[in-house]
């Protein structure tokens, strides 16, 4: 079974400029994560999808940060403009549903540097 | 809101020895644990996960971990340290945000094998 699936794996910008990520998740899984994890610290979550709906974005800072889910598969993740502190790596992950029982897969990750 | 406390940043243990990474939690109803690892450039690989049951739990890569809802500790070991095990662990709860269910991690533990 293919993993989680992130692009690019390393990326390298500019403050004030945009940038995106994108994630495939596991087929079938319906529910896909993005998660910041900044040098020291565990993952936080930025973002849920359930299928191609927003569940909880609560934590996503929307006004630099957006993020979809077409057609309820592949999703992307922008940043614009970034900030020094977006610097962090950046981890997609999936699961078959929300319950409590549903395992959370994650991908490689997007290492982002901001300069 | 739900929160982890991994106390220590950082263990060095020889090759061989045993190994115990500390994990408390706080949450307010019946919590769901995990244990992720995270190895350089890689992402979070689940360990194992308490949901009920037996309190002690058996994972891969021989860990266990044991749940003690009166210390709110759920602490992962494992006999015997392979240099292999060298990576970052992460402990995380299952809870709520509005109606979705959020993973909350810890802020990690690195390891250090030496041989």
């Known amino acids: 079974e293919a993993g989680v699936a992130q692009s690019p794996r390393y990326k390298i910008i500019e403050k004030r400029q945009s940038v995106a990520f994108w994630c495939n998740p596991i087929?079938?899984?319906?529910?896909l994560y993005w998660y910041q994890q900044i040098l020291g610290q565990g993952p936080k979550l930025l973002i849920q999808?359930?299928?191609?709906?927003?569940?909880?974005d609560s934590q996503l800072p929307k006004d630099r940060f957006s993020a979809e889910r077409l057609k309820g598969v592949d999703s992307t993740l922008k940043i614009q403009p970034a900030k020094l502190e977006d610097s962090a790596v950046y981890l997609c992950?999936?699961?078959?549903?929300?319950?409590?029982?549903?395992?959370?897969?994650f991908g490689p990750g997007t290492r982002l540097l901001v300069l | 809101a739900q929160s982890v406390t991994q106390p220590d940043i950082h263990i060095t243990v020889s090759e061989g020895a045993s190994l115990e990474l500390r994990c408390n939690y706080s949450?307010?109803?019946?919590?769901?644990l995990f244990w992720y690892v995270q190895s350089p450039g890689q992402g979070l690989q689940l360990l194992l996960k308490?949901?009920?049951?037996?309190?002690l739990v058996q994972g891969i890569k021989g860990f266990e971990a044991e749940f003690k809802r009166s210390q709110s500790s759920f602490n992962l070991r494992k006999p015997s340290v392979h240099w292999s095990d060298a990576a970052e662990y992460f402990c995380?709860?299952?809870?709520?945000?509005?109606?979705?269910?959020?993973?909350?991690f810890g802020s990690g533990t690195q390891l250090t094998v030496l041989p």
């Open positions: 999808f359930q299928n191609n709906g927003v569940v909880d």
């Open positions: 995380a709860v299952l809870g709520t945000s509005g109606s979705a269910r959020q993973l909350t």
């Open positions: 992950a999936s699961s078959l549903g929300q319950g409590y029982g549903e395992t959370q897969y």
């Open positions: 087929s079938g899984h319906a529910t």
């Open positions: 308490y949901f009920s049951g037996d309190t």
């Open positions: 949450y307010g109803a019946t919590p769901y």
